[in-house]
Structures are given as structure tokens and as C-alpha cells.
């Protein structure tokens, strides 16, 4: 993400949920974005579910529910999506009601149910796992950025486009040749 993005990015999540939060909340996204880039899918997938627990507290910041504290424990994700999915419409936009918990859900819940906090099968899921886990944060960046930008409707655009953008390795294997 540009430096130009990140702040206008930042800027519009802190707007809603704070400094603290919003830092934290690009923090991991960068984490995660490093994590995969250097071929660390595990801790990639331990980013994403760190990535939810900010995005799961902007939600809650935008919908005006009590936000928990950090250090706290969330409620268990599905507890947490039925009461963002309750918030009234005229409180708070569908997406931090709705779109974006469901998709946090997927990747908070990676973290617990698939081979990365625990031990899983011996064909591991972690490359695919922390695939969808780059796209779904991006995503969820991109939707706060969309929600919350301050910045001219053009320079959202091309910050929400970057953030949607494919990601390929600059090295990569194909079989046993690098």
C-alpha cells in the first residue's frame, strides 16, 4: 500500500474507531502482506485472525456497540456477527452490520479451526488458507476505505483498486524448479 493510501486510510478508520485501532488494524494488514510474500502461510493465517480482531472492533465502533477492549477477549464469532447483524439499519451501514463481519468471520476463524493454531492433517491447507485470508483483508480494507474516505472520490478509487490488486510472487516454484 502506498503512503498515500495508508494515510487515507488510516485517517478514515481512525475517524470511526481511533488512532490506536486503525494503527493496529494496518499493522497486521502489512504483517499479513509480508508474511505471504516471503512464503510464511502459517503466520500469514495467525495475521489474518489478528487482522479480524481489529476489524471486528471497528465494526463494532461503527455500529456503535461497545468496543472491546484490546487484551479483552472478543465474543465468539458468531455471537459477535448476530449482534452486528442486529444493529439497526439507520445506526450504522450494512457493510460494518453485515458484509464485513461474515467475511472476517472466515479468516478469525482459520486461526482456530485449521492447521495453524493447532495441529492439522498432514496435507496441509495453509497456502490456500492464507490466500483467501490476503484477499478477504484487502477487502475488508477496501470497504473501509470506501466507508470512511475523505480524499476526493477518484484518489478512494485508486486506493480501494490497490487494495484489490492481484498479488504474484516475484519467484515462484513450478515442480522442483524454482
Known sequence: MSHVARQQALAGITAVAGKDLADRLIAEYDEILKRFASGDH???????GRFAEAAFRV????????????????????????????????QADESY??????????????RNKRDVAHLGTAVSPNFPDSSLV?????????????????????????????LAD?????????????
Open 42 to 48: 502459517r503466520p500469514t493465517e495467525l495475521s489474518g
Open 166 to 178: 492481484r498479488r504474484i510472487p516475484l519467484v515462484w516454484r513450478t515442480g522442483g524448479f524454482r
Open 97 to 110: 452490520r453485515i458484509h464485513v463481519p461474515r467475511a472476517l468471520r472466515t479468516i478469525y476463524d482459520f
Open 59 to 90: 465494526c463494532q465502533a461503527a455500529c456503535r456497540l461497545r468496543v472491546t477492549p484490546i487484551g479483552k477477549q472478543l465474543p465468539r464469532s458468531d455471537l459477535l456477527c448476530f449482534q452486528l447483524e442486529n444493529v439497526p439499519a439507520s
Open 134 to 162: 490476503i484477499a478477504v483483508s484487502g477487502w475488508v480494507l477496501a470497504e473501509f476505505v470506501r466507508l470512511t474516505f475523505n480524499c476526493s472520490p477518484g484518489e478512494a478509487q485508486l486506493i480501494v483498486d490497490s
